[in-house]
């Protein structure tokens, strides 16, 4: 197969497809390392997040059959609120207790890998996997309009809500951040807490709402991958992308709309390594996906030479 054949419609709508599940992820990272919290517990947030989406749209069957809707939607409440939970459990141990971050986030991580695993044979009955029967899963919406542009329709129409809900919120996270005063005052949390203290701002108030808006993106992104992504709930599903997305907020300077394109960096990565494993060309897409972890790690090393630069010249003027 020729290698200019790899880069074509399906895989451009495939990694915006497998970024979504990177983007919320990164987007919640970003607003917990914005506010002071180093947040490594998104991955546990994303798993609880998916296994009661799937727990609530099983339960839910015959509701949604009487109200004439699909569980599905019940579904991404129940992901959200599962999220949520994990993050308070999470804010509680660092904000009230004084937990370290990294450890908190890891215990966090472990825990719900655990949690799930024994749910999953708990409640119904199985182990590895579990698809819900009479799930109906998120519909795709054909956007009329670029329907009927070449090339354009055929990639960005035909997703699922929660992919176009996606970019919606990179937007609002954006107009947040930088244009209304909650957003500078998680600026300032972050940046200078004992300021923020002086300024009047409840900083642990400040840090708690950051962590729970960071649960509940990572909760939707849960119950997004289970119910719009693979349909079903299956151990540690998540994969890693929790981490992938706290990379991403960092490779994109934690600013939305850079994260955003960084998510989409790393699903594309991931779409090719696919591809290329799909038709046999003799390239490992392992080696494809380090891809981005190498740029990351490239951008982040001359951000902190400059940084230090910068740093060493400021106080040397001062001296």
Known sequence: ????????????????????????????????????????ALEGQMLVGSFFGIVVTEA????????GISSTWFGIIGGLLGGLAMSMVFAVSILRFKADHIVAGIAINLLALGLTGFLLKTIFDVQGVFRPTDMV?????????????PY???????????????????????????????????????????????AGIKVDRVRYQAVAWSGLLCGLDGAHLALGYSSEFTENMTQGRGFTAFVAAIFGQLDPILTMFAALLFGFADALGLRIQLEGMGISPSLVQTFPYILAIVALTISSYLSMKRRGRRNGLEA
């Open 1 to 40: 197969m020729d290698i200019l054949n790899l880069f074509d419609l399906d895989i451009l709508a495939a990694s915006i497809r497998v970024s979504i599940p990177i983007m919320l992820a990164a987007l919640g990272g970003l607003l917990c390392l914005r506010a002071g919290v180093f947040n490594i």
């Open 60 to 67: 839910t069957v015959g509701l949604g059959a009487q109200l």
């Open 137 to 149: 899963p998120l519909p795709k919406i054909q956007i009329p309009v670029l329907d009927g542009i």
């Open 152 to 198: 354009v329709g055929d990639t960005l129409s035909g997703h699922t809500p929660l992919v176009y809900l996606t970019f919606v919120l990179v937007l609002v996270t954006w107009v947040a951040l930088y244009r209304m005063p909650s957003g500078l005052r998680l600026r300032s949390v972050g940046e200078q807490p004992d300021a923020a203290r002086t």
